[in-house]
C-alpha cells in the first residue's frame, strides 16, 4: 500500500511538472526579466532578509525560473552581510553551500550541473566558507528556487531532493532551521492544496511572486512557520 502510494505521489509531481514547464515555456524572456525585477524588490525589502547575517541565494537556470543576479549583487552589497551559493555534490541529492565574497566572485563562477553557475571550492589560495562541513555556520535566510508552489506556501522541486535533503541534513546538525522563502513567477504559483506533497517535502515559511509576499503581515514580518 506504501509502495503504490509513493508511486502515485511521483506521477502526481511528474505530471505537474510537465504541466508548469509548458506554461513556463510560453513566457518571453523580457516578461520572465520584468517578473524577476519585481520579485527581487520584494525579496530585499523583506524585514527578515534585511536582518539577516547569511544569506542563502540560488543562481538561476537559463530559463524556467526567476532570475536572482540582482538579488545576490543586493546581498554582497549590504555591509556586514554574507552570500552564500548552492554548489551540487557527486552523490545523489547532495548539496553544499559556498560563501561568495564579491561581485567579481559571483562573474567568475564556472557553468556547473544544467548550465547553473557554481563556486568552485576555493578563493584565491583560501578554501571558501561552507556550511554543511562547518558545524557552527548558521544559515538565517535560503531563497529556495522551485518547478511550482502554491498558497499552502507547499513546493514542487526538481525532482533530486537537494533542497529538502540539505535542510534536513542541516537542522539534524542541531542549527535552528533558516527561513525558507521560495520565489515564484506568476506561472508558478497555484491554488492551496495544488501541489503534492510528501512526509520529507519542507514547505516555505514565505512565498514572494512579482505580485504578493505571502506567509508574512501588514508589517512584512513573518506570520508562522510551517513545520515539514
Keep these: 500500500m506504501a509502495a503504490a502510494a509513493a508511486q502515485a505521489l511521483k506521477a502526481q509531481k511528474r505530471a505537474l511538472r510537465k504541466t508548469i514547464s509548458t506554461a ?8 520572465v526579466s520584468e517578473q524577476s525585477h519585481a520579485i ?28 536572482t543576479l540582482r538579488i545576490a549583487e543586493g546581498v554582497l552589497a549590504s555591509a556586514g552581510r554574507r552570500l552564500f551559493v548552492p554548489k551540487i555534490g557527486a552523490g545523489e541529492g547532495a548539496m553544499e553551500f559556498f560563501r561568495v565574497y564579491t561581485v567579481q566572485d559571483m562573474q567568475e563562477m564556472a557553468p556547473g550541473l544544467w548550465g547553473i553557475p557554481e563556486p568552485g571550492e576555493t578563493w584565491g589560495v583560501e578554501e571558501r566558507e561552507r556550511v554543511l562541513a562547518s558545524p557552527k555556520e548558521i544559515l538565517d535566510v535560503i531563497l529556495v528556487p522551485g518547478v511550482a508552489f502554491d498558497r499552502s506556501l507547499a513546493r514542487l522541486g526538481h525532482g533530486k531532493g537537494h533542497y529538502d535533503r540539505f535542510i534536513t541534513a542541516y537542522v539534524a546538525s542541531g542549527r535552528p532551521k533558516p527561513l525558507l522563502v521560495g520565489l515564484a513567477l506568476s506561472a508558478q504559483l497555484l491554488p492551496a492544496g495544488q501541489v503534492p506533497v510528501g512526509a520529507h517535502d519542507w514547505k516555505m515559511d514565505v512565498l514572494i511572486t512579482p505580485e504578493e509576499t505571502l506567509g508574512v503581515g501588514a508589517d512584512g514580518e513573518v506570520a508562522a512557520a510551517p513545520a515539514l
Design 24 to 31: 513556463l515555456s510560453k513566457l518571453s524572456p523580457e516578461a
Design 40 to 67: 527581487a524588490t520584494r525579496v530585499l525589502a523583506l524585514p527578515a532578509v534585511q536582518r539577516a547575517g547569511t544569506v542563502s541565494c540560488y543562481m538561476s537556470m537559463p530559463s524556467g525560473e526567476a532570475r
